[in-house]
Every structure is written in structure tokens, then in C-alpha cells.
DNA sequence: GTTGATGCAAAAACTTTGCATCGTG
DNA sequence: CACGATGCAAAGTTTTTGCATCAAC
């Protein structure tokens, strides 16, 4: 019988959340939860990225609940999905200690540093509130090209 | 014979820099830097919108060659690519009549506008300064729900 | 005439979906 | 034990690429 490493402790809010709206709490969302909050904040991962760290450590889990797992807790609210890469979306985990933030990233090799700005977060909501929009988010996105890369 | 719609006339700074590369200009790259001027700035459309409009008007043109040109258009200065859409890429002239700005986009129905906010831009060069990054371009992303989409 | 660009079709990369089966509540 | 979730494989999207041909320079 193969060793599986043990599951995480069950996540209150994520249970509750999931009930809630008649879902369910599966080994496989809570192993991608725990994945996003195990690594801290500030970890840009693809769902592939998602998949390879679980089939690593043991969980089985496929590709596909992947994609419905990520989808899943963007919704709830659990991770934030990011628009910054060239190909595929990148999620994060959405946490209080590490509020609404941005990302700087380099267009050459894909470096990406974050960081906060409370003038930028007043602008997008009066950008809304000026036009009549309901705010979700916003997020300034810095393209740049980081030390390694620049050009001599 | 089939008829065509009239070549527009050579632009100068396009012919100019594909030339200092060894470049060629082609009708096919003409066309599709004439599409986004005609449109006018604030225009987003995906590889497949400026596929259809050229074919509509009768401008022989591959997709191939429509992602071939937007990529070299995007290196060359010409256009934007903006990190808005949940699928596909989409683009926007870049015009100096209407600098840098940023997009607040309905997560609902898409719908898209446009504003200036220069504390956000002076943030953003701000961040990439501290951090010793060179500074390509920064645009706010605003998500959010635009009033036809609001649940009364 | 050279060599870069195009068109086509095939393939690659990313994401979703239908359906039988599994397992949570 | 019902019904939501999963795994698998197939299909859907979006974008890239190899190669023969075409055409800009």
C-alpha cells in the first residue's frame, strides 16, 4: 500500500464556504489550499506548477481538478488570479497579512517582485466610483527589465 | 479578377524601422498598422478581431501572419499588449495623442474603459527605481462591475 | 537573385468538458 | 445513499512553427 503524507488539518473558513453553497470538502481542494498558504505569500504558481508540487508530494490529484480547484477558490476568494504572464494565468494566495499588492516583472526573464501602494489603490477606486463601476480590484502592473537583464 | 481594397499609403515610421532590421514591409503589415490607426486609439481587439476586419475588407492575410505581425508590431513600439483578458491577448495602438493609461474592465460582460491617472504612473516608475529596475511600462488593471451587470 | 515573409496545415500549449465512478455529507 | 467531485480522455481555444512558395529589396 503506498505512503500518502498526511492531510493537512481541515481549513475552517474553506469548509464553511464550501457548505455553504452545498459543496463539498474534498482531499484535493484542501491540498491545493494548503500548497498556496505552506509556501506564504507572494508565490506565483500555474496550474501546472500546482499539479507537479501535489503529484510530488504524494497527493493524488488530476490536472483537471486542478483547473476546478483554482477556479473554484478564485471565486471564493481564496487566491487572487493574476494577468501578468505571457502564457497561462499565475494564481496567489489572497491573505489578509499581505493585502492588495503589485507586481513588477521583468519582461525578459520573468522575475517578479511585489510591492504595495496606497496611492494606487485610492486611484483604481476612484477610477470606479468616477464612472459608476462596483470595485473588485486593482492591481498596477510594472513592466521593466530587472539588473541581470539589462543591457552593459 | 478579384478586387482589393486600395493599399493605404506606406507609413514612414514603420517602413523606416523595419528597414534598420533588414525588415521587409509588406502589405499584410501595412494593413494591420492601418487597421489600428482607422479604428482610432482605444481600440482592444484580439488576433482574431483584426483577422476578421482585415478579411472583411478584402485584405488577404493568413492568422499566422496576424499573430507574426502583432508580435513584431508590439517589439517594434506600435502597439500595446494588454494583460486584460481572461482569453487571448489583445491589443491597442500606441499613439502619443493618448499616452499612457490605464483599463477598467467589467469581470462580467468585459466591457472596457479607459482612464489617465499620472500618481499612478509616477508610482509605478517610483517602484521600479527602488528596486533597481528599468522601467518599460506600468498600467493599472482595474476589475470591477460595471453597472448594467450590477445585481439590483 | 537573395533572402525575408507568407500561407497552409500540423503541432504545441493551455484549458474545459462528458461521462463513468468514487466518496462526502 | 444521493448527489457533488474526481479522473480520464477527448475536444476546445489560442498561439506557434516547419516548409514550400512568393515577393520585397
Known sequence: MPQFSPLPKSSQPLEKGLHKDGRRLTPQRLRVLHLFED?????????????????????????????RTLRLLVEMGFLHQLEL?????????ANDDHPDHHHLVCI????????E???????GKLAAERIGFQLVESTLNVRAICPSCTPK
Open 108 to 115: 525578459r526573464c520573468g522575475r517578479t517582485e511585489e510591492f
Open 39 to 67: 509556501l506564504g505569500s507572494g508565490r506565483h504558481l500555474s496550474a501546472e506548477d500546482v499539479h507537479h508540487k501535489l503529484v510530488e508530494s504524494n497527493t493524488k490529484v488530476s490536472l483537471a481538478t486542478v483547473y
Open 85 to 93: 504572464s505571457e502564457n497561462g494565468h499565475r494564481f496567489e494566495l
Open 117 to 123: 501602494c496606497d496611492e494606487v489603490l485610492e486611484a
